[in-house]
């Protein structure tokens, strides 16, 4: 009997995998349904999902007032939001009591903030350094001139007067820009061997970090004023700007502290062998590590400060839902869904803003996850 042994001479086709691993019914087993306590839970979810949509469907589109419906379609027995409501006052929910005919002014405020904001968070954009002059430098000057008046033959308009999406923005983006730097230099003091330094670097940070933000406020609207000198007086935006800057930069410096302890102590070590005075040892070698390692706790902070500006009305300022609040109250646009309208309004725009805080963080995680690329 003769043995015939078969050898192949070409590689055999690639066959697609087994449909029990790849396919839409995989992913189905794999990530819904792996156990009896993942059904249960998936069914669950599903039958919400089956009650919620079509409520808030019909809330929110099916029953709703479209912008440029009138007063008595809102009034209507089981009717939805009113966005007409929300369209009609959407200039109040912006600007305040800013004067109508200077609403070119913020405009142009705004303008400014993305057309030189948007390109410092580019990582490739051209002209970094002039940008950053620009933004840092020329417009917060070129902002006050606009937004406040009384020069170059532009109508003085007090703080009293601002109010809305404004003043949220200009809290919160002054509040961002200047609560990390001094942040970071709240925590190298707190690390610094000079005893003043440390001690009152500690202390700022404790007694700040042991009230809430609300109670700064308060001090920065009733107490601040008893200790000015007679007649002087401190504008409430700027009180408002203090308070909330101080009080995150207590939290960010925690943030940085934790950070720099996560750095190895060789790194300390090898940039001192490497003859770098303190500065430089901290702005080239610590800091930055750092910093890319506490990127969640630094934008946690910046969202935290960004919806902590809604407490800006304990200085008599009307940020974006206390001018929502006010106009819930006006008795033209009195209708069963106009209060709950005008927070569904405030909130996406809160979401809208925070939830690209997060993302763009997330990008740049990614972007500085060199440590751990394979």
């Not at 043995?3 to 690639?14: C, G, L, N, T």
């Not at 001139?145 to 109010?163: A, D, N, R």
């Not at 200790?227 to 401190?234: D, W």
């Not at 400060?305 to 009305?313: I, P």
Request: glycine fraction near 8%; proline fraction near 6%.
């Amino acid at each position: 009997m003769t043995d015939i042994a078969f050898v192949r001479s070409e590689i055999a086709p690639a066959m697609p995998a087994p449909r029990r691993v790849t396919g839409i019914l995989a992913w189905l087993q794999k990530n819904l349904f792996s156990s009896v306590t993942d059904s249960i839970l998936t069914i669950l979810a599903v039958l919400f999902l089956l009650w919620l949509l079509p409520n808030l469907y019909g809330f929110l589109i099916g029953r709703a007032v479209p912008p440029g419906g009138t007063v008595e379609q809102c009034r209507v027995e089981n009717v939805g939001a009113c966005w007409a409501y929300v369209a009609s006052e959407i200039e109040f929910f912006i600007y305040g009591f800013y004067p109508m005919a200077e609403y070119w002014r913020p405009n142009i405020v705004f303008a400014m903030l993305a057309l030189l904001g948007l390109p410092l968070l580019i990582p490739k954009f051209p002209f970094k350094i002039a940008n950053a002059v620009l933004f840092f430098v020329v417009f917060p000057i070129a902002s006050v001139i606009l937004l406040s008046g009384g020069m170059f033959g532009l109508k003085y308009v007090p703080t009293e007067q601002w109010g809305g999406l404004l003043v949220t923005l200009i809290i919160s983006v002054v509040g961002i820009c200047t609560a990390l730097p001094l942040g970071i230099l709240l925590a190298l003091g707190r690390q610094s061997k000079l005893p003043i330094i440390k001690t009152l670097c500690v202390c700022f940070i404790e007694l700040i970090r042991a009230v809430p933000l609300i109670t700064v406020l308060f001090m920065a609207s009733i107490m601040l004023p008893l200790f000015m000198p007679q007649g002087m007086t401190v504008d409430k935006l700027l009180r408002a700007l203090v308070g909330v800057t101080l009080f995150s930069s207590a939290y960010m410096a925690e943030v940085v502290r934790g950070g720099m302890q996560a750095i190895g102590r060789g790194q300390y070590e090898a940039a001192s062998a490497l003859g770098l005075g303190y500065w430089k040892r901290m702005g080239f070698v610590i800091l930055p590590q750092a910093l890319k390692h506490v990127i969640p706790g630094i934008v946690g902070n910046f969202i935290s400060l960004f919806k902590d500006t809604s407490l800006v009305y304990i200085v008599g300022m009307k940020d974006l839902l206390e001018a929502v609040k006010t106009k819930n109250d006006a008795i033209e646009w009195a209708a069963p869904t106009q209060a709950i309208s005008g927070y569904i309004f405030a909130a996406a725009v809160f979401w809208i803003f925070c939830f690209s805080i997060s993302r763009y963080s997330r990008y740049w995680e990614r972007r500085l996850n060199t440590g751990h690329k394979r």
